[in-house]
């Protein structure tokens, strides 16, 4: 199905589509078009979708009512009693869903500093190569099962994790790091994976290509899509004079001039008060200034030099997350990777949107025809 008009406001729109491109998997279409089309604060968002989620939940619709209460979980504030709950509840239906699917999974903690971080392996019944999977900025790996299931079919054992900040490591408080490569060793090291490729799946392109610049166990690597610099992600957000006077007073360090400026937006746009607020909340920090900090530091500046795998860069050509510029930004800095294959999908094919929302079977196509080539081609060169 093609990316589609349900909601006039286009945060809430990409959200209602995120649910309806796994089709009849993942939504009753006519449900959630109904329950949502016409909303218009967070708050009718989050009674829209509990409402129905509660339905779904009750009618055995596991699927359905986890992304339901995914969705109703989504905007809630850190400071929302409700939202442990709702995600307790999201993460109950996703397990009930895989089991009632007969999905073959394992679950695993694996050690994490004085935490843990939460896994999910799903093996291949003819395994010809590992992938590592990571989700993005505050994603849950659960939700991306349906994403990246099909890979097992082609011989790709998968391994799901979240790192700090992402689902259960906030409850840990385990906050949003750049040095991904860290959390990834851990999993690397559990499993005892000596080679292996890695997807990153939205700000996940960030975080799986700095892994491979620090850890050469990971052979190839995808970004599904790209992301080059958190900072200019995050201020994004805004329009080109809001974005220019927070660039100055951030540049300018006007620690203080910036925070009110920023909360005057804030008590004006209740997506750009979400925004930071969720932010602040997975990076551990107490204002906007301070999250700037962190998460300018989530770039591949300087960086991209140490990419010396295989590579696979994927965007959409109208993504409303991440600036365009980010690919050609990567396409002309992973000058010393070993292969590199860039990939822009277009609104002709129905994969503009952010991680191809819409047609994300697009994306996961091209993924695995593009691991096949890979792992192919290696056993080739093994075999000679």
Request: hydrophobic share 40%.
């Amino acid at each position: 199905m093609a990316y589609r008009l349900i909601n006039k406001i286009p945060q809430f729109n990409f959200q209602i589509n995120r649910v309806l491109t796994y089709g009849e998997i993942g939504c009753n279409e006519d449900e959630v078009i109904e329950a949502t089309s016409k909303i218009e604060s967070l708050q009718e968002w989050y009674e829209a979708w509990t409402f129905i989620a509660e339905r779904a939940e009750k009618e055995n619709r596991f699927f359905h009512a986890a992304y339901y209460y995914r969705m109703a979980e989504f905007f809630l504030k850190k400071t929302d009693l409700k939202k442990l709950d709702i995600y307790n509840l999201c993460i109950k239906n996703y397990y009930k869903a895989f089991d009632a699917y007969r999905l073959q999974y394992e679950r695993y903690d694996v050690p994490y500093g004085d935490g843990s971080l939460n896994c999910l392996r799903i093996t291949a019944s003819e395994e010809k190569a590992i992938v590592l999977v990571c989700g993005g900025y505050d994603s849950f790996i659960e939700e991306f099962v349906i994403n990246v299931n099909k890979l097992t079919q082609f011989g790709y054992t998968v391994i799901l994790f979240e790192g700090p900040g992402q689902g259960r490591s906030l409850e840990q408080k385990l906050h949003f790091i750049h040095n991904w490569e860290v959390p990834t060793r851990a999993v690397l090291d559990y499993f005892n994976i000596n080679n292996c490729a890695m997807i990153g799946i939205s700000w996940g392109g960030y975080l799986a290509l700095r892994s491979a610049a620090f850890e050469k166990r990971i052979s190839a690597t995808i970004a599904y899509n790209i992301m080059y610099d958190g900072y200019d992600v995050m201020t994004n957000i805004f329009p080109p004079l809001i974005k220019k006077i927070i660039n100055l007073l951030y540049r300018f360090n006007q620690k203080n001039a910036l925070n009110m400026f920023t909360d005057k937006i804030r008590r004006k746009s209740i997506i750009a008060d979400w925004a930071l607020s969720q932010g602040m909340y997975i990076t551990g920090t107490n204002n906007t200034f301070e999250f700037y900090k962190e998460i300018s530091k989530h770039t591949l500046k300087n960086i991209c030099n140490k990419i010396d795998q295989k590579v696979l860069l994927t965007a959409g050509e109208k993504d409303h997350y991440i600036p365009l510029t980010h690919f050609e930004q990567l396409k002309n800095q992973l000058f010393n990777a070993k292969l590199l294959t860039c990939r822009l999908f277009t609104e002709s094919e129905g994969g503009e949107q952010h991680c191809q929302v819409g047609n994300h079977l697009l994306a996961v196509d091209t993924i695995i025809n593009w691991l096949d080539n890979y792992f192919d081609q290696n056993q080739s060169d093994k075999n000679l």
